[in-house]
Nanobody, 120 residues
Framework: QVQVVESGGGLVQAGGSLRLSCAAS????????MGWDRQAPGKQRELVAT???????NYADSVKGRFTISRDNAKNTVYLQMNSLKPEDTAVYYC??????????????WGQGTQVTVSS
């Protein structure tokens, strides 16, 4: 099992910044990627950003140029630096850890989520 713990959410004014952190622990061998999804009230969950163990990143178009994902492999921690925040970024942000098993299959683990609220 993998335990996933997020931190860093909160309330910020539009144009401000927040930094989310996510630490993975437990059976952390074989982690292929880590990332963030978000879900706003009444909307579907959407991918925000991911980063592979090799450092390759992927971003949703809505956050490109404003958000930066980074990773500390030694600490099994992923960060999401969010700048120029907009009210539409308001959502619960969930950290995802994807681990590859010895048989090649992937398992996904999720944190409990952290609330990000951007006021206008």
């Amino acid at each position: 099992q993998v335990q996933v713990v997020e931190s860093g959410g909160g309330l910020v004014q539009a144009g401000g910044s927040l930094r989310l952190s996510c630490a993975a622990s437990g059976s952390i061998f074989g982690i292929a990627s880590m990332g963030w999804d978000r879900q706003a009230p009444g909307k579907q969950r959407e991918l925000v950003a991911t980063i592979t163990s090799g450092g390759n990143t992927n971003y949703a178009d809505s956050v490109k140029g404003r958000f930066t994902i980074s990773r500390d492999n030694a600490k099994n921690t992923v960060y999401l630096q969010m700048n120029s925040l907009k009210p539409e970024d308001t959502a619960v942000y969930y950290c995802n850890v994807r681990r590859q098993r010895f048989d090649g299959k992937y398992l996904d683990y999720w944190g409990q989520g952290t609330q990000v609220t951007v006021s206008s």
